[in-house]
């Protein structure tokens, strides 16, 4: 059973930056997909980033510009720096790994998922 572990959450002020870390018991090089979803509360949970083993990442349009994702699989790390926050970031935070096809945008293409952290943003 893989278990995926978020860490760095917390309270910020609109145009700080932070980074965020998913930490996997397993090995992140056997799932093909490794990406961050976030909830607001009473909202849908929406699509941040997401970083297959080779190719380029893909950012939810809200974020682009602004999230980076990387992936470390000899660490079996997969992390997300958060740069110009703002209010509407604010949310529960949550990693997620894939090991079949679906779309990169939704959350039935993911296996396994953290319990979250949570990212405040005030202004």
């Known amino acids: 059973q893989v278990q995926l572990v978020e860490s760095g959450g917390g309270l910020v002020q609109a145009g700080d930056s932070l980074r965020l870390s998913c930490a996997a018991s397993?090995?992140?090089?056997?799932?093909?997909?490794m990406a961050w979803f976030r909830q607001a509360p009473k909202k849908e949970r929406e699509f941040v980033a997401g970083?297959?083993?080779?190719?380029?990442?893909y950012y939810g349009d809200s974020v682009k510009g602004r999230f980076l994702i990387s992936r470390d699989n000899a660490e079996n790390t997969v992390t997300l720096q958060m740069n110009s926050l703002k209010p509407e970031d604010t949310g529960v935070y949550y990693c997620?790994?894939?090991?079949?096809?679906?779309?990169?945008?939704?959350?039935?293409?993911?296996?396994?998922w953290g319990q979250g952290t949570q990212v405040t943003v005030s202004s």
């Open positions: 397993g090995r992140t090089a056997d799932y093909d997909i």
């Open positions: 997620a790994a894939s090991n079949r096809s679906g779309y990169w945008y939704d959350q039935t293409t993911y296996d396994y």
């Open positions: 970083r297959r083993n080779w190719g380029s990442p």
